[in-house]
């Protein structure tokens, strides 16, 4: 037998399952599984990449400061206390490398992002998963799974895939109640899509256990750049970047993400598409039959009557050339999550579920 063994916990880990993004002999797929902008980037997010090309002989900037300045200037936040990331997974890796190890349990949620079990094991940890009450992050059963052991809590805010939200002072109920030496990650991938949030940045001021992580990859229309960042007490940012790699982010990531951040009309305009076309799309599909929670980010839960009808739907989407996530690996199998598209794209993806359920009778 051979002597080359992995470190515990590494083949516990399911791959993770991206949003398909081809369908054989179709060219012009719908691609509504990724929760990605359909209009992409700003235009000054477009012109700073295609500036930046003219320097991809250096090596980049390692302390990220222009970026960070930007950011912080933008988000009212100590740009000290900033540390970015190739996408927002990377700080949640850096997050599960500092303070989890094996013996230590991490904690996630029945519905929860699949990257957070996955970064338990990576490190040796022990998932924990607690139950959800109707889709939605459950404080009290959290508190409830938490043991001397627990070393993380990751919670997403709003929710992928279920789109829920929990309100800030729930929030600042569990990170009070977590026991000593456990941090609180609040995941804001989704922050930009609810109007006025701040994803969590005040309950990092308020709380020495408090982590918030977001990314340039939703509402940014940036998720092919891999651009992430995380916010942090003082203690915690000094460990996370310890683990960051000096020359973890291009200059062409950085300076195109501080384009976009400084854009932010282009983001309110984004918000404002996006709540537009989520309020149209989630009415269409529930005068067909199809209910969904109130979504407060880009992606709508689409509630089929089972886990077969759901199957039937995806597959027949797919003849219409209409890619939507199946969320059976979330604990979701009568799901669809159906991205916010363009006005036309919602147009398409609830004609073609009525034409299903005209098909289905
Ligand atoms: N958190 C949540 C809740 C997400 O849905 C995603 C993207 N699927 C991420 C984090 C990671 O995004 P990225 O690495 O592109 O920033």
Partial sequence: MSQIVPQPGIMEIALYQGGQSHLDGVSDVIKLSSNENPFGPSDKAREAF??????????????????????????????????????????????????????????????????????????????????ERERTVDVDAILAACTERTKIVFIANPAN????????????????????????????????????????????????????????SKIYGLGGLRVGWGYAPRPIIEVLNRLRQPFNLSEVQMATAEAAVRDQDYVAKCRAENARCRAWLAEALAEIGVPSDTSTANFVLARFASAAEAEACDAFLKTQGILVRRVGGYGLPNCLRITVGDEASCRRVAHAVRAFKGQAQ
Avoid at 188 to 194: C, K, L, M, N, S
């Fill in 50 to 131: 295609a500036r930046t090309v003219h320097q991809l002989h250096r090596y980049p900037n390692t302390d990220h400061t222009a970026l960070r300045t930007a950011i912080a200037e933008v988000h009212g936040l100590d740009a000290d206390r900033i540390i970015c990331g190739v996408g927002s997974d990377e700080i949640l890796q850096f997050v599960a490398q500092g303070f989890a190890g094996p013996g230590d349990e991490v904690i996630y949620t029945e519905h929860g992002f699949s990257m957070y079990p996955i970064l338990a094991h990576a490190v040796g940890a022990t998932p924990v998963k607690v139950a």
């Fill in 161 to 216: 895939p279920t789109g829920t939200m929990i309100g800030g002072n729930e929030v600042a109920r569990l990170a009070a109640g977590l026991p000593s030496g456990a941090i609180l990650v609040h995941d804001g991938a989704y922050t930009e899509f609810v109007e006025g949030y701040d994803g969590g940045a005040s309950l990092v001021e308020s709380h020495d256990n408090v982590v918030m992580t977001r990314t340039f």
